[in-house]
């Protein structure tokens, strides 16, 4: 498997309801981003989490960061219609130099 | 301040012939990556560029592709003689001199289909 998988590959809500996605990887890192794509659309940046942080907050997302489990959580509170993208952690290393490694990524789907 | 331009948004290619896709970073930004997204995948990285400088070229095939970043105007990532692998989106980044391995701001992507 590789660096930075998301769980679940997709996920259904209804609108109001909280989204949780959990992302795993398997080396040391830097810090730890979200991304979000709306369908066929660029990235946008959500968060950046460093490797010396637990938790984060901006706004409706709140991400976790367990080092010792080498995982990350992004929860997406009070979901709206508009939250319904695919969301990417992303990984930074110093002994990968500067490139950000990507998992496959979570569709959420927000249902009005 | 106007944020990581790509262009073309949408090429479309025959086999055999070459794509040219651009990017201009932000501006203050010395530091460009390119990365190639598969259908219903994640961003894979390809390759990290400062001006005038391939600093990482580790994720770029060694035949067909290659990037430049020159001193004035925009990055260029070429694909020669393109293939049907090649349909893919293809994303630029950018960050400031300092920090890479920090945010990298991204553009909205060419979308490359070879037919």
């Known amino acids: 498997s590789q660096q930075g998988e998301e769980d679940p590959q997709a996920l259904s809500i209804q609108e109001g309801e909280n989204a949780t996605m959990n992302c795993s990887y398997k080396t040391s890192i830097n810090n730890l981003q979200w991304y979000r794509q709306n369908s066929g659309r660029g990235l946008v940046h959500l968060i950046l989490?460093?490797?010396?942080?637990r938790e984060k907050h901006s706004g409706r997302l709140r991400v976790t960061l367990d080092t010792s489990k080498k995982s990350s959580s992004l929860l997406i509170t009070a979901s709206r219609a508009a939250d319904t993208a695919s969301y990417f952690c992303?990984?930074?290393?110093?002994?990968?130099?500067?490139?950000?490694?990507f998992g496959e990524g979570t569709q959420l789907t927000v249902n009005p | 301040n106007a944020g990581v331009m790509q262009n073309p948004r949408h090429l479309v290619r025959r086999r055999g012939q070459e794509a040219r896709l651009r990017c201009s970073p932000m501006k203050g930004h010395s530091h460009v990556y390119w990365y190639r997204q598969l259908p219903e995948e994640g961003l894979k990285f390809m390759v990290y560029l400062q001006k005038e400088n391939i600093i990482d070229e580790s994720g770029m095939p060694k035949e067909r592709f290659s990037a430049e970043f020159p001193k004035e105007g925009p990055s260029i990532l070429r694909i020669q003689q393109v293939v049907r692998g090649d349909s893919a989106a293809y994303f630029c980044?950018?960050?400031?001199?300092?920090?890479?391995?920090?945010?990298?701001?991204f553009g909205p992507g060419t979308r490359l289909t070879v037919t």
């Open positions: 989490i460093r490797s010396n942080e």
């Open positions: 980044a950018s960050s400031p001199p300092v920090g890479g391995i920090d945010e990298q701001y």
């Open positions: 992303a990984t930074g290393r110093e002994t990968s130099g500067s490139r950000l490694t």
